[in-house]
């Protein structure tokens, strides 16, 4: 399938989000979307206010590493939360939208999983990413790669390979449909979250995430901040959205953050 060059259709979008969302706009080009809800958030934006671009000409990703952007080839939107959970509950945000961007790709056909914290994964390529930031509301950015990569994206964090949902056999490319069903996702999560007090537990969003989630089980390098590392074991998801490592002398670690390099099987 083929992917059409074709900007998002701004009357669909806003009819299928409005009223769950306060407010959707789409613009043609940004440095990045993350920064103008940042903006919007200080100046008292609503929650759940949404913001696509169709190009960003400054996309970032976790420790301000790039994200490339094309134009008319994937979905890159922010969303400005203010939920009111406990503070603690608020890093499963990053989590609840690695949900939402599984449950979207497993619904047109691509095998994805989430590899902790924020990479959406199919066949060992990445696919989608995902930014919080935390600076009293919650701006969440997200970017999906829907048509066929151009050539010479540069690999992410731990050599990962990019891919997109055309090239993992997606039944439709629909960048409006997509969007549409990746907020959607989103806002159900959201809901269900918000109405457990940001308990994950409670919410099933715990169980669902593990259940997605490729990293649990393998043997994993954490890269730390300050160029240190960890070597272990994942073996658990905790409550608040920490991976739990267990090293190679048997002592368990909690990680909030880190990227992560799958090495192999637990068990090879």
Not at 220 to 231: A, M, N, Q, S, T
């Amino acid at each position: 399938m083929t992917a059409d060059r074709v900007a998002l259709d701004v009357d669909r979008v806003r009819a299928a989000l409005i009223g769950p969302y306060a407010r959707v706009d789409v613009v043609a080009s940004t440095g990045s979307t993350n920064a103008d809800l940042r903006a919007a958030a200080q100046a008292g934006g609503a929650d759940r206010t949404v913001l696509f671009a169709e190009e960003q000409t400054a996309g970032q990703g976790r420790r301000a590493r790039n994200w490339v952007s094309p134009p008319y080839t994937g979905l890159y939107v922010s969303v400005l939360l203010r939920p009111a959970v406990p503070a603690h509950r608020i890093p499963w945000i990053t989590l609840l939208a690695g949900i939402a961007l599984a449950r979207t790709a497993r619904g047109i056909g691509v095998d994805a999983v989430l590899k902790w914290p924020n990479d959406l994964l199919a066949n060992g390529s990445k696919c989608a990413g995902v930014l919080a930031e935390a600076d009293g509301a919650i701006v969440l950015g997200m970017g999906l790669n829907v048509a066929a990569l151009p050539d010479g994206v540069p690999p992410g964090a731990g050599g990962l390979p990019a891919t997109s949902l055309e090239q993992q056999g997606a039944t439709t490319t629909d960048r409006t449909e997509i969007a549409v069903e990746l907020l959607k996702h989103l806002v159900d999560l959201d809901d269900t979250w918000r109405g457990h007090q940001g308990d994950p537990i409670a919410s099933g969003l715990h169980a669902e995430y593990r259940q997605h989630c490729s990293t649990l089980g393998l043997r994993v390098r954490i890269e730390l901040p300050g160029d240190r590392e960890l070597v272990g074991t994942a073996v658990e998801i905790d409550t608040d959205g920490q991976l739990v490592v267990r090293a190679d002398d048997g002592s368990r670690h909690s990680v909030h953050a880190g990227d992560v390099v799958h090495l192999r099987s637990a068990a090879g």
